[in-house]
């Protein structure tokens, strides 16, 4: 069974998701925005994920796509157009 991925938040200064798998936990995940890695940080007590910027002065816009990878290598994985 592949992980889930649930947004909680989405616009153009933050972006909040919850990530989990209720079998094997989440091994690894990695979201990109036009291509370039994005930085999150995750608090596994919670299962939430919550966006860094590098650059206060830019917005989250573009193509998002986040990949979520289980304990068991089963991949989930959204895309959106922000």
Do not use: C, H
């Amino acid at each position: 069974e592949k992980p889930k991925i649930e947004i909680l938040k989405i616009n153009k200064q933050e972006m909040k998701f919850r990530i989990y798998d209720s079998l094997s936990g989440i091994k690894s995940y990695e979201a990109k925005l036009d291509g370039k890695w994005l930085l999150f940080e995750y608090d596994n007590k919670s299962d939430i994920i919550i966006s860094k910027k590098r650059d206060p002065n830019k917005s989250f816009t573009g193509k998002f796509v986040i990949e979520v990878l289980d304990n068991a290598n089963n991949k989930n994985s959204l895309e959106l157009s922000l």
